[in-house]
């Protein structure tokens, strides 16, 4: 049994925890990162103010179990959309955490940001994330050919997008 996930805010002294979900092979073949995450990296980032910028980490018990970032587009024409970048440790994947981090997301964009639109990139080949974002409302809008360099070869992104309803 799994203690309950809750979401927090991140906070600069986070950094460590963050670094950590980024250096696990699975974590990591799902997103940008490149392996052997530096710590000084992430201090950087998480030190960082961005007022765009809405970090979100799982966590069960006391342990950092998954980060999001929500960062809201800061050209004037586009402040309504929001891009999505999301991480779960390795050993925490499929037990709920992404579902919680985007469920969190969803609210803070629809409630409190008056976002009317999210998107994202996500691996073609990656069918639970691809099943997370649809269960959560997240339609197909295009294929990005050799989106990305992951272990030694191109692979195809999907761009994925949801409009608020009403």
Not at 23 to 44: E, H, I, K, N, V
Request: net charge neutral.
């Amino acid at each position: 049994m799994h203690a309950e996930i809750t979401i927090r805010r991140a906070e600069p002294e986070d950094y460590a925890a963050v670094q950590a979900i980024y250096a696990m092979p699975r974590a990591q073949a799902g997103t940008l990162q490149l392996p052997f995450p530096s710590l000084d990296l992430w201090r950087q980032r998480m030190q960082a103010v961005d007022p765009n910028a809405h970090l979100l980490l799982a966590c069960a018990g006391d342990e950092v179990v998954g980060q999001l970032g929500l960062h809201v587009s800061a050209n004037p024409r586009r402040r309504h959309v929001g891009e999505l970048g999301m991480g779960v440790r390795d050993d925490w994947q499929g037990k709920g955490v992404g579902s919680a981090l985007l469920a969190a997301a969803i609210d803070l964009a629809d409630r409190w940001l008056q976002l009317r639109r999210l998107e994202l990139q996500v691996y073609a080949d990656n069918a639970a994330g691809i099943a997370l974002y649809t269960r959560h409302g997240f339609v197909e809008e295009g294929r990005h050919r050799d989106f990305a360099y992951r272990d030694g070869a191109f692979v195809d992104a999907l761009g994925l997008a949801r409009i608020r309803p009403g």
